[in-house]
């Protein structure tokens, strides 16, 4: 191992970076400023561009690994919404000197376990010193032509659904943070669920079902809000059909958090999306043969606003909140 | 105008960025999380990305323009050493406090008539808080499948080509750190150079030509050396033929600075291409019909190593440098 004070770029490339181009011809192995993509035949490119910074997304003490997997779960959830497969993605690491080669191994090594597990290869970026760590990324993915799901598509009588458990990476935060105080079991699994948030990563399964997508980054209500804003319709949910885990279910029980805290938080990386009924059936076989939790918990109406069991939930937009 | 305090990001994203993306549906008009590419039949896309950071790539009270001008140049001297013309861009704006509507309004002017002047707009990104200013952008640009410019496919007997002035903006940024003292005329001079960078944007014009190419952004022996250093052949370079401003030329009579030290230093964003000599009279054709300066400089030769007027240039490799 190198001290700090031997590491160059080409270090860095070399030893922690080069293994991640996964020898496409794409990559130029990283000699070129730039690469290019291969589009297969009858698909269509997506892009997402996302951004994470210490002290914001996560904590400098934070696993390297944590951090690597924030960075492709927060654009992979993205990629996903659209309908859409990952194939390629850049990154651009701005790197202070605290960073050594043991963070730099753990930091790759998670890339490179996310990158076999959902099939995408590094395609190219850049380093540059900086006083904080703040990794940028633009991703790739391909949809069958035409096929891209909006955010705008639903339609009145579409059902709701929404993948996976609600909450969960919200209440590891606020354990994380000493909000919230749990036994040491409760608190290692909570943890683990901020520090490794899991995206649904089946987008391009529901392409010909789902009629709109998103994904969850601004809490349950502020992004289903995203779905039906635009147009003259709303959203009616039914709160027994919530998916919760159990143990986020105990926590509410014992009022150590609200199901109404849960849902106006949070960062899932899960999906909601909606589906003209006549296609419940596929969204089940699809749940039951992925073994991947996907919940009906609600229906598109020709009315404005969300309601939780008929009760209008107020929205709290946060892209509206001041940003300085 | 807004105080400060009541700007949110959906209030940026409304007023300064959404006159960017040229109303192209590629873009979602920014309201999915991810957007698409259209490629043309027969294109190739090439991918490229970079970042600027405060007290790096630039000084705080820099102009916003030039701050723009900057993350631009950086990312389309990478698209034409390709042989590609640009088409899309993502920006990850990275932004402290200090910014204000006066900042954002420069800031998105300049990015404005620049994509207006070289034709791509923007069609996606993220905004962040942070304490300094830090841009990330991808660029996306199309070239004719197949037709890549590589940087290694120059071969012996190749010419050696340059484009524009050889040093500019590396005078500049040493008259900036008041390295360098020279008149007021020459300061305002270089200071543009410095703030404004210019690339050469016809890469797509010698992709049938140009065996290989760089852009200029470690020095010009330093990429020269990069064209080169993969295989067994060299460059043979004329220092009579080298193309320099006449207030270069002044600089470097006066001893005020080396044209030793311009060809080792040096960010020009300009372009260093090889072409079979056959092809001569096309890329001079280019140049005239252009009104733009492209200078042969030097053959490749079959001999390791960079050489001036047959003396051995000893190159350092600054990706080799220190990184921490």
Chains 1, 2 share one sequence.
Not at 13 to 18: D, G, P, S, T
Not at 92 to 108: E, R
Not at 189 to 194: A, E, G, Q
Not at 210 to 223: E, Q, V
């Amino acid at each position: 191992m190198k001290k700090n004070n031997q590491i160059s770029e080409q270090y860095i490339i070399n030893k922690y970076l080069r293994k991640l181009h996964f020898k496409k011809k794409e990559t130029f192995d990283f000699k070129n400023d730039a690469s290019f993509l291969k589009i297969p035949k009858n698909k269509q490119i997506v892009i997402t561009n996302d951004s994470i910074l210490e002290e914001i997304d996560f904590f400098i003490n934070d696993p390297p690994e944590s951090i690597a997997n924030k960075i492709i779960t927060y654009n992979l959830s993205d990629i996903s919404s659209m309908g859409a497969y990952p194939y390629a993605y850049t990154l651009s690491l701005c790197l202070p000197k605290k960073i050594n080669d043991n963070w730099l191994n753990k930091f790759t090594k998670r890339l490179f376990f996310l990158q076999k597990k959902y099939n995408f290869f590094l395609i190219g970026g850049d380093l540059s010193k900086s006083k904080k760590i703040i990794i940028s990324s633009s991703f790739f993915g391909f949809v069958p032509k035409g096929k891209i799901i909006n955010r705008t598509g639903s339609l009145k009588k579409h059902d709701i659904w929404v993948t996976g458990n609600i909450g969960e990476s919200t209440i590891g935060l606020n354990v994380r943070k000493k909000n919230i105080k749990v036994n040491r079991v409760f608190k290692k699994y909570f943890l683990n669920k901020y520090l490794y948030p899991n995206h649904f990563s089946l987008g391009h399964k529901i392409v010909n079902y789902a009629s709109s997508a998103i994904d969850i980054s601004d809490g349950f209500y502020g992004d289903l809000n995203k779905l039906v804003s635009e147009k003259n319709i709303g959203a009616q949910i039914e709160n027994k059909l919530l998916p919760y885990s159990k143990r986020t279910i105990n926590l509410i029980k014992r009022k150590i958090i609200t199901h109404d805290y849960l849902l106006s938080a949070g960062d899932d990386y899960e999906l909601i999306f909606t589906v003209d009924p006549k296609y419940s059936g596929q969204i089940k076989r699809i749940s039951k043969f992925n073994k991947v939790k996907i919940t009906k918990v609600g229906k598109i109406i020709q009315k404005k606003g969300i309601y939780l069991d008929n009760k209008k939930i107020k929205i709290i937009n946060k892209s509206f909140k001041h940003f300085f």
